[in-house]
């Protein structure tokens, strides 16, 4: 932000009678009608808010009458600020790459073949109907917004399917709540092979957030639906509606990893810890997982200006690649996106953002199907 220019300051001008611009030069001062316009061979250069009238006589020079403006300082000509704009022109200009780090294609053709990709998914196995997926992250790394988001896109409108909430320490999610996607229009009734599962938030330590254990029992499909969550009560067979034998259809299918990426380069060591140990339990159960990198327009200006230069973005990439060694995953796994947050309508390029870390979360999510099939 530029600071205001400060008038009538202490300095050396306080006097306005006796005060005269620093260029270097000595001036006495005599009245206007004895002044006679005479230039010599040496060039005087004056700012345009100072005219001056040089006078001289072939050997003595003679007096200048100089208009006496005061505000406050002695005037300096400006030669910081068009370096500044430069330099700030230059850093902006280098945070952006000439070509795509990741190729993709945007416009209405892209959103609709993407749009359709989605809405056709059907799981690689005869046993279910549809891909469970669960979302895991940090408090306040836009778990539910998300969902909300992917069903803002099939609705036309953005909407908040799932309940978010404004704190960034306490978890708004303490339930295990399951999203079926739906169309819209004459297809908002029939819902798409795609189940959303919402849980409460990873917090730093084991007794503020989700456990391990109670991640690993929605996981296998022993959590039963609505269940709420408490580091003091954890999942088990006193559970009430616990899954004793769960079917495929009652396990997720593919785990994905949120974090938010205006914060993954200051979340604590411990978080990396936990993610890591997750991923560890999580994979021997065979379950895929990718990772969601939110806040994609809040990384960098011109992600934030033109959400559709994600992959021209230095600044994202580099964020991505943070996000990996947080996560201990490679980067090809990982998918920026922007959710819908204050705005009232969908936007064309936040929308293939989203429907692309959709369309790759179901990619994954096929091959559970295709690994566990008989």
Known sequence: MSQGFKLGGPSSCDNPVTAA???????????????????TSASVSTSSSV?????????????VTVPQFSLGRTHQPNTRSPRLHSRQSLDRASTML???????EWGEEAREKLLESVRSFKPAS??????????????????????????????????????VGSSSSTSFTKKLRSFNITGSGEKADEPMALVLCDVMGVGEGESTGLTLHDALSVIK?????????????????????????PRTKDKVHCVVFVVDGSKVGSYA????????????????????????????????????????????????QQTIEKAGALLGMATSYIVP?????????????????????????LQYANLYFLDNSD
């Open 269 to 316: 060591k411990s978080f990396g810890t936990t993610f890591q140990h997750l991923r560890e339990h999580i994979s021997s159960l065979g379950v895929h997982q990718v990772a969601l990198v939110t806040h994609a327009d809040q990384v960098c200006k011109a992600t934030g200006s033109d959400i559709s230069q994600v992959y021209r973005s230095l600044t994202l």
């Open 98 to 104: 000439e070509n795509e780090w990741r190729k993709m």
């Open 221 to 245: 499909g022993h959590t039963p639906e609505g269940h709420q969550f408490s580091p003091d009560q954890p999942v088990g067979v006193e559970t009430e509606g616990f899954i004793r034998s």
């Open 337 to 361: 996106v922007k959710n819908y947050s204050s705005e009232l309508d969908v936007d064309e390029s936040t929308d293939i953002l989203l429907l692309r870390a959709v369309d790759h979360i």
């Open 51 to 63: 005219s001056s009238v040089v006078s001289s006589s072939a050997q003595t020079p003679e007096t």
């Open 126 to 163: 005869e046993s279910v109907s549809e891909a469970r997926i669960l979302l895991i992250g940090p408090v306040g790394a836009g778990k539910s917004s998300f969902i909300s988001s992917v069903q803002s896109v099939f609705s036309g409108r953005v909407i908040n399917r799932a309940m």
């Open 21 to 39: 611009p620093a260029f270097g030069l000595s001036f006495a001062f005599q009245k206007p009608e004895t002044v006679a316009p005479s230039f």
